[in-house]
């Protein structure tokens, strides 16, 4: 699938939101990081310069026009209403005011779009393989309060199945939860390991939700040099997937 269109150093969402919802990826470049979080860094949790964070977070708000609503990700299932006066604790946030936008960093994880068909409400999700197994999807479904029939969701970049490896046990968790999920996992060269596909174990636990509305879930951070990887490089940066409504 095609991860979406770009315009500059932005990545623009392909799929039917409404006119009025705006979305985008960052990606590494158009900022002033220095290696190895050249140049875009928004994240302020990575030993980034702090001055170099607040610019590039600068540059991003001026050039959308919109207000972020930053987060304090802890791989967990909290789902706060986006604010940005305030950095949450949590790994999910929406909105239904226009010009703050709801926006999750990510760098192998899977950041994932909502809002209804409407476009009144917006949200988006942080979800590593422990935050998807402990159900932040279903917790963001239940905060921005929209039937799941009216739900549209774009699954961002994220590490691709060729290179996400994980133990037995990640696959066992996923399983006990939803037996379809084996399709998302594939036995690695490695004994007792697996190649697991985050978008599909999305989509499967989307689809258990009654959300048929799912879109993007392409590439692979791992290997795409646009994007900031942690399994490529420990030590790096974050980039953003925002979304909001327009004024």
Not at 49 to 75: D, I
Not at 209 to 215: K, N, T
Not at 233 to 240: L, M, P, Q
Request: charged residues 15%; proline residues 6%; contains cysteine.
């Amino acid at each position: 699938m095609s991860l979406g269109l770009e315009r500059g150093n932005l990545l623009i969402p392909d799929w039917p939101a409404p006119a009025r919802v705006r979305s985008c990826i960052t990606t590494r470049a158009g900022g002033v990081s220095l290696p190895p979080f050249a140049t875009f860094n928004l994240g302020s949790h990575v030993d980034d310069q702090p001055q170099a964070v607040a610019e590039n977070r600068r540059r991003l708000a001026t050039t959308l026009g919109c207000q972020p609503a930053w987060l304090e990700q802890v791989h967990g299932i909290r789902v706060v209403e986006a604010d940005p006066l305030r950095v949450a604790e949590a790994d999910a946030s929406w909105t239904a005011t226009p010009g703050i936008a709801s926006v999750v960093l990510t760098a192998d994880c899977l950041p994932l779009l909502f809002c209804d068909r409407g476009g009144t409400r917006v949200a988006a999700a942080h979800a590593g393989w422990r935050g998807l197994a402990a159900g932040v999807l279903e917790a963001t479904l239940d905060a921005l309060g929209v039937p799941a029939e009216q739900v549209l969701v774009w699954l961002g970049p994220a590490i691709g199945p060729q290179a996400f490896e994980v133990g037995g046990e990640v696959r066992d968790i996923f399983l006990a939860q939803h037996p379809q999920a084996a399709e998302a996992f594939v036995a690695s060269r490695n004994p007792g390991r697996f190649m697991a596909d985050i978008y599909q174990l999305a989509r499967i636990r989307l689809a258990a939700c009654g959300v048929s509305a799912i879109y993007g879930g392409g590439g692979c951070t791992y290997s795409d040099p646009r994007f900031f990887s942690y399994r490529r490089a420990a030590r790096t940066g974050r980039f953003a997937s925002l979304i909001w409504l327009a004024n």
